[in-house]
């Protein structure tokens, strides 16, 4: 990192171009508007001071065309601010279907991160060039807010609820991940980096761990480990609980009559409220498994649940070339 002054921070996602052409037409609507005003208060202020020999006499009430200019300029820069801001949140807001997912925990004062394969890193985050990231958020404790200003994206991460982020990283470097919501004594320490790595150094810098388990291996370790499947097994009427094969992404007919489709929310929510959602056909037997197992188990069991839905696989696994050999 270099430390040149900078108005700016670097441009160093697909977004930020984006963000930043938005902002300056922002900044050069306000400016131009902020200074003919300030400029024209202070022309009048002195052409019509206390004593001076200005004309004073009245000689047209009405200008037609400076009223309407003056009400359909400002409609138009407005909706075109309006119109743009809503398309750039719109695309910022909905990760590409090829984007890979990383998990991050946050609490006061880290974050927490797990790659797909596995690998955990704390306060530091390792991304390919080029590839479009996912990150799922969630805290353990306070609200905390996820920004990287390199890539233009902050977002708030909730206890209780998953948020995400995603970006696509288009320069390799190291860049600063704050946390922007304050969140206690430590707040401002609550910092991090984010390694942006060519492809194949990545690969490298993934396959140089230890070779643990991947967030789905990990997840079934769990889901043996708490007994999950000695209700959740096979199907069918003799189980006592409903069949997690093929349940993430479809649809859940619920014993008041309702439908939803199983998601993350839906699951984590079953597994530390079952009685909440109870699936039709079912009794509200499930004991909860609140404080049991923290955040990062319960991503872990969503992405056991995600790897036996088969039409979840390419989202779950993003693709990987093969490992080199040496
Ligand atoms: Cu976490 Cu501020």
């Given at each position: 990192?270099?430390h040149?002054?900078?108005?700016?921070?670097?441009?160093a996602?697909?977004?930020?171009?984006?963000v930043?052409?938005?902002?300056?037409?922002?900044?050069?609507?306000?400016?131009?508007?902020?200074?003919?005003?300030?400029?024209?208060?202070?022309?009048?202020?002195?052409?019509?001071?206390?004593?001076?020999?200005?004309?004073?006499?009245?000689k047209?009430?009405?200008?037609?065309?400076?009223?309407v200019?003056?009400?359909?300029?400002?409609?138009?820069?407005?909706?075109?601010?309006?119109?743009?801001?809503?398309r750039?949140?719109?695309h910022?807001?909905?990760?590409?279907?090829?984007?890979?997912e990383?998990?991050?925990?946050?609490?006061?004062?880290?974050?927490?991160?797990?790659q797909?394969?596995?690998?955990?890193?704390?306060?530091?985050l390792?991304?390919?060039?080029?590839?479009?990231?996912?990150?799922?958020?969630?805290?353990?404790?306070?609200?905390?807010?996820?920004?990287?200003?390199?890539?233009?994206?902050?977002?708030?991460v909730?206890?209780g609820?998953?948020?995400?982020?995603?970006f696509?990283?288009?320069?390799?470097?190291?860049?600063?991940?704050?946390?922007?919501?304050?969140?206690?004594?430590k707040?401002?320490?609550?910092?991090?980096?984010?390694h942006?790595?060519?492809?194949?150094?990545?690969?490298a810098w993934?396959?140089?761990a230890?070779?643990?388990l991947?967030?789905?291996?990990?997840?079934?370790?769990?889901?043996?480990?708490l007994?999950?499947?000695?209700?959740?097994?096979g199907?069918?009427?003799?189980?006592r609980?409903?069949?997690?094969?093929?349940?993430?992404?479809?649809?859940?007919?619920?014993?008041?009559?309702s439908?939803?489709?199983?998601?993350?929310?839906?699951?984590?929510?079953?597994?530390?409220?079952p009685?909440?959602?109870?699936?039709?056909?079912?009794?509200?037997?499930?004991?909860?498994?609140?404080?049991?197992?923290?955040?990062?188990?319960?991503?872990q069991?969503?992405?056991?649940?995600?790897?036996?839905?088969?039409?979840?696989?390419?989202?779950?696994?993003?693709?990987?070339p093969?490992?080199?050999?040496?």
């Open positions: 990192m270099d040149d002054f900078r108005l700016m921070p670097e441009q996602s697909s977004l930020a171009g984006e930043d052409a938005l902002y300056g037409f922002l900044l050069v609507v306000s400016g131009v508007i902020s200074i003919t005003i300030a400029g024209l208060i202070v022309f009048y202020a002195i052409k019509y001071r206390r004593g001076s020999p200005a004309d004073r006499t009245v047209q009430t009405h200008f037609l065309l400076m009223e200019s003056w009400i359909v300029v400002p409609f138009l820069l407005t909706m075109v601010m309006f119109f743009w801001g809503a750039l949140y719109f910022q807001t909905r990760p590409p279907s090829d984007a890979m990383i998990n991050c925990v946050a609490r006061q004062w880290m974050w927490k991160f797990q797909p394969q596995g690998k955990s890193e704390t306060n530091e390792h991304v390919p060039l080029g590839q479009a990231v996912k990150v799922r958020l969630i805290s353990e404790d306070v609200i905390h807010s996820f920004y990287v200003p390199a890539f233009r994206i902050k977002q708030d909730l206890p609820r998953y948020t995400h982020a995603w696509r990283p288009t320069k390799p470097g190291i860049y600063h991940l704050f946390c922007a919501e304050y969140c206690g004594a707040h401002s320490g609550m910092i991090g980096s984010v942006v790595l060519e492809p194949r150094a990545y690969q993934l396959s140089g230890s070779q643990g991947t967030t789905a291996e990990a997840g079934h370790e769990l889901f043996v480990q007994r999950c499947n000695s209700c959740h097994q199907g069918g009427a003799a189980s609980g409903p069949a997690l094969e093929n349940l993430f992404g479809h649809e859940v007919k619920l014993a008041d009559g439908t939803l489709i199983a998601d993350e929310a839906y699951l984590r929510e079953s597994i530390l409220k009685v909440a959602k109870v699936v039709a056909g079912y009794q509200p037997i499930m004991p909860s498994y609140d404080g049991q197992i923290g955040e990062e188990g319960i991503l069991l969503i992405a056991e649940i995600r790897s036996l839905s088969k039409a979840d696989q390419p989202q779950a696994e993003p693709e990987q093969p490992p080199e050999e040496p």
